[in-house]
Protein backbone atom coordinates (compact mmCIF):
# COMPACT_ATOMS: atom_id res chain seq x y z
CA UNK A 1 0.00 0.00 0.00
CA UNK A 2 1.23 3.39 -1.09
CA UNK A 3 -1.63 6.33 0.15
CA UNK A 4 -3.46 5.20 3.25
CA UNK A 5 -6.46 8.03 3.41
CA UNK A 6 -7.86 8.06 6.89
CA UNK A 7 -10.25 10.77 9.03
CA UNK A 8 -13.57 10.04 7.66
CA UNK A 9 -16.50 9.90 9.35
CA UNK A 10 -20.33 10.98 9.99
CA UNK A 11 -20.70 14.84 11.27
CA UNK A 12 -23.71 17.27 11.24
CA UNK A 13 -23.64 19.95 8.45
CA UNK A 14 -21.87 22.74 9.81
CA UNK A 15 -19.49 20.32 11.61
CA UNK A 16 -15.56 19.71 10.39
CA UNK A 17 -13.00 16.77 9.81
CA UNK A 18 -9.39 16.76 8.67
CA UNK A 19 -8.42 13.84 6.36
CA UNK A 20 -5.32 12.98 6.32
CA UNK A 21 -3.48 11.14 3.20
CA UNK A 22 -0.06 8.85 4.42
CA UNK A 23 2.05 7.92 1.55
CA UNK A 24 5.56 6.16 1.34
CA UNK A 25 8.36 8.26 0.27
CA UNK A 26 8.56 6.68 -3.19
CA UNK A 27 4.47 8.39 -3.67
CA UNK A 28 5.27 11.58 -1.84
CA UNK A 29 8.71 12.82 -2.98
CA UNK A 30 8.30 14.91 -6.07
CA UNK A 31 4.96 14.02 -6.52
CA UNK A 32 1.74 16.70 -6.40
CA UNK A 33 -1.48 15.30 -4.47
CA UNK A 34 -5.07 15.53 -4.80
CA UNK A 35 -8.09 14.27 -2.71
CA UNK A 36 -11.18 13.25 -5.21
CA UNK A 37 -14.76 12.40 -3.78
CA UNK A 38 -17.37 10.19 -5.45
CA UNK A 39 -20.74 10.18 -4.21
CA UNK A 40 -22.90 7.50 -4.69
CA UNK A 41 -24.00 7.63 -8.11
CA UNK A 42 -21.80 9.72 -9.63
CA UNK A 43 -18.59 9.94 -11.18
CA UNK A 44 -15.44 10.61 -9.19
CA UNK A 45 -14.78 14.55 -9.41
CA UNK A 46 -11.84 16.60 -7.93
CA UNK A 47 -11.78 18.07 -4.75
CA UNK A 48 -8.68 20.02 -4.70
CA UNK A 49 -5.34 19.32 -5.54
CA UNK A 50 -1.16 20.73 -4.41
CA UNK A 51 2.06 20.91 -6.25
CA UNK A 52 5.22 19.46 -5.26
CA UNK A 53 6.51 21.06 -2.60
CA UNK A 54 3.15 22.46 -1.92
CA UNK A 55 2.83 26.47 -3.79
CA UNK A 56 0.20 25.91 -5.81
CA UNK A 57 -3.41 24.85 -4.72
CA UNK A 58 -6.42 24.31 -6.62
CA UNK A 59 -9.70 23.91 -5.20
CA UNK A 60 -13.47 23.08 -6.86
CA UNK A 61 -15.48 25.77 -6.53
CA UNK A 62 -18.22 24.18 -4.58
CA UNK A 63 -15.27 23.60 -1.56
CA UNK A 64 -13.45 26.92 -2.07
CA UNK A 65 -13.31 28.95 0.76
CA UNK A 66 -14.71 25.84 3.49
CA UNK A 67 -11.56 23.34 2.51
CA UNK A 68 -7.82 23.77 2.33
CA UNK A 69 -5.47 21.49 1.30
CA UNK A 70 -1.94 21.11 2.80
CA UNK A 71 0.62 18.59 3.28
CA UNK A 72 4.04 17.97 5.46
CA UNK A 73 6.53 16.77 3.29
CA UNK A 74 8.40 15.73 6.19
CA UNK A 75 6.52 13.45 7.45
CA UNK A 76 4.86 12.18 3.83
CA UNK A 77 1.35 13.28 5.03
CA UNK A 78 -1.48 15.23 2.84
CA UNK A 79 -4.20 16.81 4.53
CA UNK A 80 -7.91 17.72 3.77
CA UNK A 81 -9.53 20.38 6.58
CA UNK A 82 -12.92 20.42 5.95
CA UNK A 83 -15.30 23.19 7.37
CA UNK A 84 -18.88 24.33 7.24
CA UNK A 85 -19.68 20.72 6.20
CA UNK A 86 -22.80 20.62 3.56
CA UNK A 87 -24.90 16.81 2.99
CA UNK A 88 -23.84 17.82 -0.70
CA UNK A 89 -20.39 17.11 0.59
CA UNK A 90 -21.21 13.42 1.54
CA UNK A 91 -18.86 10.98 -0.43
CA UNK A 92 -15.78 8.64 -0.15
CA UNK A 93 -12.81 10.99 -0.36
CA UNK A 94 -9.73 9.02 -2.26
CA UNK A 95 -6.08 10.63 -2.34
CA UNK A 96 -4.27 10.53 -5.64
CA UNK A 97 -0.63 11.28 -6.75
CA UNK A 98 1.32 11.73 -9.52
CA UNK A 99 5.35 12.05 -10.52
CA UNK A 100 5.24 15.69 -12.08
CA UNK A 101 5.27 18.58 -9.82
CA UNK A 102 1.93 20.03 -10.79
CA UNK A 103 -1.50 18.74 -10.65
CA UNK A 104 -4.30 17.66 -12.69
CA UNK A 105 -8.31 18.27 -12.29
CA UNK A 106 -8.55 15.01 -14.12
CA UNK A 107 -8.63 11.43 -12.32
CA UNK A 108 -6.52 9.85 -14.87
CA UNK A 109 -3.56 12.47 -14.70
CA UNK A 110 -3.30 9.96 -11.40
CA UNK A 111 -1.20 7.05 -10.94
CA UNK A 112 -1.83 6.08 -7.01
CA UNK A 113 -4.64 6.44 -5.54
CA UNK A 114 -5.65 5.55 -1.46
CA UNK A 115 -8.19 3.57 -0.58
CA UNK A 116 -11.34 6.07 0.44
CA UNK A 117 -12.47 6.91 3.69
CA UNK A 118 -16.27 7.98 3.64
CA UNK A 119 -17.67 11.52 5.10
CA UNK A 120 -21.05 11.28 5.66
CA UNK A 121 -23.22 14.83 6.31
CA UNK A 122 -26.07 14.79 7.97
CA UNK A 123 -28.86 17.79 7.68
Known amino acids: VQLQASGGGSVQAGGSLRLSCAGS????????MAWFRQAPGKDREIVAH????????YYADSVKGRFTISRDNAKNNMYLQMNDLKPEDTAVYYC?????????????????WGQGTQVTVSS
Open 96 to 112: AATPRNFGSRDRSGYNF
Open 25 to 32: KRTFIGYA
Open 50 to 57: ISWPGDIK
